[in-house]
C-alpha cells in the first residue's frame, strides 16, 4: 500500500481507503468485522462512513469492526447533511442539513455510535442552501476546538462554494475544509475539470468515491446482470441502475478487453487510472467479498503509462 498527504495537510491516507454504505446494513456485523479487518491488513487506513448510512446503524457497525485496532493507526472519516430519521412521527425541520444545531448534535451522536472520541474528518454530505456558509464553518470550526473532530471537508461542493468556504475561514481564522469526496471514476468526470484544480490551489485532498461505479468498472454487468450483485438485489440496485447504460457497458467491455491484454483485473486498471492525477489522495472502494479488497489494493503498485493511458482516453472517448 502506499500513502499519500491529504492536499497541503500533514494526514497521509493509503491511495484505496474502505467505506462502508451499503454493504453492511442487511448483513451485520459478522460481515463488517471481516471486511474492515481485511481492509485494515492489506494497508488500509482510511475507513469512510456517514451519519445516514443505515439511518446511524453503519457507524456502530463500523465503530465494532474497528475497536480491535490501535486508534491512532487509522483515520476515520463520517459525514452529516441527510436526514437521519425522515418520518419520525413527521418529518423534522431541524433533522437535516448544514446548521450548527444539526451538525453538534450529529457530530455528538456519531461519537457515541463509532464509540470514538474524536472522529478524523467530519464531512459535510452535501451543501446545504439553507444555513448560512459561515455558520456551518463556524460550527466546524468550533467541533475542531474542542477536539471532536481532527479535520473536516465537504462531498460533492463544487468549486466556487469550495473556494467560498476557504475564504470565509481564513477571513475569520477558522479551521479550513481539508478535503473533498466527489463522485469520480472513468464514466463519471463532471467534477474534474472545475473540481480539481480548485481543490489542487487551495491545497484540500480528493477522496473520490464509487471509483468503480458501483461495480460497473470490473465488467460483472456486460454480459447481464448477476443476482449476487448490487444491481442484482433489489434492495441494492436503487443508484447503479442509471449507470447500466448500453453507452458505458460498451465502453467497459472494451476496458475489459484493454485490461485483458495487459493481465491486470479491469478493476485494479481502473483505480489506477484515478490515482494517476496527483490531485486525488485515495480512492474509496466498497466491498462486498473479502477477494474484492485483495484484488482492489493492487491498484496502487499498477503504473499506467502513457501509451495506456492514450488507449484508456480513446475508449473513454476524450
Ligand atoms: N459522499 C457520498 O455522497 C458518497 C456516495 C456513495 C459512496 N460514498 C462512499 O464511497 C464508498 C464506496 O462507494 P461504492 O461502494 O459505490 O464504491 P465502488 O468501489 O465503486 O463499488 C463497490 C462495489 O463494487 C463491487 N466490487 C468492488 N470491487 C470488486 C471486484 N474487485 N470485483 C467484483 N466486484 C467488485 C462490489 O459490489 P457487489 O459485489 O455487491 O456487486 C462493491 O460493493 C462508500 O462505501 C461510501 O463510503 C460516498
Redesign the pocket.
Given at each position: 500500500m502506499k500513502y499519500r498527504r491529504l492536499g497541503e495537510w500533514g494526514l497521509k491516507l493509503s491511495e484505496i481507503g474502505f467505506?462502508?454504505?451499503?454493504?453492511f446494513n442487511r448483513q451485520g456485523q459478522d460481515l463488517a468485522t471481516k471486511l474492515h479487518r481485511v481492509a485494515y491488513e492489506n494497508g488500509i487506513n482510511f475507513f469512510?462512513?456517514?451519519n445516514v448510512y443505515g439511518r446511524g446503524r453503519t457507524e456502530v457497525l463500523v465503530g465494532e469492526a474497528m475497536a480491535p485496532f490501535r486508534r491512532d493507526t487509522y483515520v476515520l472519516a463520517t459525514?452529516v447533511y441527510w436526514p437521519l430519521d425522515p418520518d419520525w412521527p413527521f418529518p423534522e425541520a431541524n433533522d437535516r442539513g448544514l446548521s450548527r444545531k444539526h451538525i453538534v448534535e450529529q457530530c455528538e451522536a456519531s461519537l457515541k455510535r463509532l464509540n470514538t472520541g474524536y472522529i478524523d474528518i467530519y464531512q459535510c454530505?452535501r451543501f446545504d442552501d439553507n444555513a448560512p456558509l459561515a455558520e456551518t464553518c463556524r460550527a466546524m470550526n468550533d467541533l475542531a476546538d474542542q477536539g471532536k473532530i481532527l479535520y473536516w471537508g465537504v462531498?460533492?461542493w463544487t468549486a466556487e462554494q469550495i473556494t467560498e468556504a476557504v475564504a470565509l475561514c481564513d477571513d475569520h481564522g477558522w479551521h479550513r475544509p481539508v478535503s473533498n469526496?466527489p463522485?469520480y471514476?472513468m464514466l463519471e468526470r463532471h467534477w474534474e475539470a472545475e473540481v480539481f484544480p480548485a481543490c489542487a490551489r487551495l491545497g484540500m485532498g480528493i477522496v473520490n468515491?464509487?471509483?468503480?461505479?458501483?461495480?460497473v468498472?470490473?465488467g460483472?454487468y456486460n454480459n447481464g446482470i448477476p443476482a449476487e450483485?448490487?444491481?442484482g438485489k433489489p434492495k441494492?440496485a436503487e443508484f447503479i441502475k442509471a449507470r447500466l447504460t448500453e453507452d458505458n457497458l460498451n465502453r467497459v467491455r472494451k476496458l475489459a478487453e484493454l485490461a485483458t491484454g495487459l493481465d491486470v483485473?479491469l478493476?485494479t486498471l481502473a483505480l489506477a487510472w484515478c490515482l494517476r492525477r496527483p490531485e486525488l489522495t485515495s480512492c474509496?472502494?466498497?466491498?462486498?467479498?473479502e477477494q474484492?479488497i485483495v484484488?482492489?489494493v493492487k491498484a496502487t503498485d499498477l503504473h499506467l503509462d502513457e501509451d495506456v493511458q492514450e488507449r484508456i482516453s480513446a475508449i473513454l472517448g476524450e
Open positions: 467505506g462502508s454504505w451499503l454493504n469512510d462512513t456517514a459525514k454530505h462531498s460533492e469526496q463522485l471514476n468515491f464509487s471509483p468503480l461505479a458501483e461495480g468498472l470490473t460483472k450483485s448490487r444491481a441494492t483485473p478493476a474509496i472502494i466498497g466491498a462486498s467479498r474484492q484484488e482492489n
